[in-house]
């Protein structure tokens, strides 16, 4: 299985920061990495999809990149309606597997 | 506009066996592969498995492998997930998802169905 080593687990930021979330997978996975928001009660929203493509009405904010075995997803000028969990899957090999997420908080 | 409704929820007893549904609409169902991921309370996301669009593939998470089974009825537009042998480590907001086509990954994901394992 590829292992997703997603960092770092929490996050506290300010309004209008920019953040950026890594993942770093077992080996190369070729891009086939997506990028999901999950917000309490809620069920996972997907926001970019191959590395760095982002879904339709997803905010220019959101961005995505990295090559091989690095990944990262950034915020730029986060939104109090960005405060959620974030996490990274891997689909280029069975089983596909997440990263274990990171929770963003408002300083 | 796409929807994937989760039904089967509940609680159930450690040993016992529980079935899950994930009824689709607003898409062309049998063009899609579909799966499945939970969540345990407080933790992150585990992918369970997937169905490709004829059932002729179905993968799983190997620890899972031997507990859980994937279905799906085209006909119907739903989806399955059989679960047997459910112990406490099984409780657990189910989800179901269709595989993208547009953007990878799981696309499309139903509401969540919750199921708690306990005696």
């Known amino acids: 299985d590829i292992q997703m080593t997603q960092s770092p687990p929490s996050l506290s930021a300010s309004l209008g920061d920019k953040v950026t979330i890594t993942c770093q997978t077992s080996?190369?996975?070729?891009?086939?990495i997506a990028w999901y928001q999950q917000k309490p009660g809620k069920a996972p929203r997907l926001l970019i999809g191959?590395?760095?493509r982002l879904v339709s009405g997803i905010p220019s904010r959101f961005s995505g990149s990295g090559s091989g075995r690095d990944y990262s997803f950034s915020i730029s000028n986060v939104e109090s309606e960005d405060i959620a969990s974030y996490y990274c899957?891997?689909?280029?090999?069975?089983?596909?597997?997440f990263g274990g997420g990171t929770k963003l908080e408002l300083k | 506009e796409v929807k994937l409704v989760e039904s089967g929820g509940g609680l159930v007893q450690p040993g016992r066996s529980l079935k899950l549904s994930c009824a689709a609409s607003?898409?062309?169902?049998?063009?899609?592969?579909m799966g499945w991921v939970r969540q345990a309370p407080g933790k992150g996301l585990e992918w369970i498995g997937e169905?490709?669009?004829?059932?002729?593939?179905?993968n799983y998470t190997p620890s899972l492998k031997d507990k859980f089974t994937i279905s799906r009825d085209n006909a119907q537009n739903t989806l399955y997930l059989q679960m047997s042998k459910l112990g406490s480590e099984d409780t657990a907001i189910y989800y179901c998802?269709?595989?993208?086509?547009?953007?990878?990954?799981?696309?499309?994901w139903g509401q969540g169905v919750m199921v708690t394992v306990s005696s």
């Open positions: 169905i490709n669009q004829d059932s002729s593939t179905i």
């Open positions: 998802a269709s595989a993208g086509v547009n953007y990878g990954g799981m696309e499309d």
């Open positions: 191959f590395t760095s």
């Open positions: 899957l891997q689909y280029d090999n069975s089983p596909w597997t």
């Open positions: 080996q190369n996975i070729n891009k086939y």
């Open positions: 607003g898409f062309s169902f049998n063009d899609y592969w």
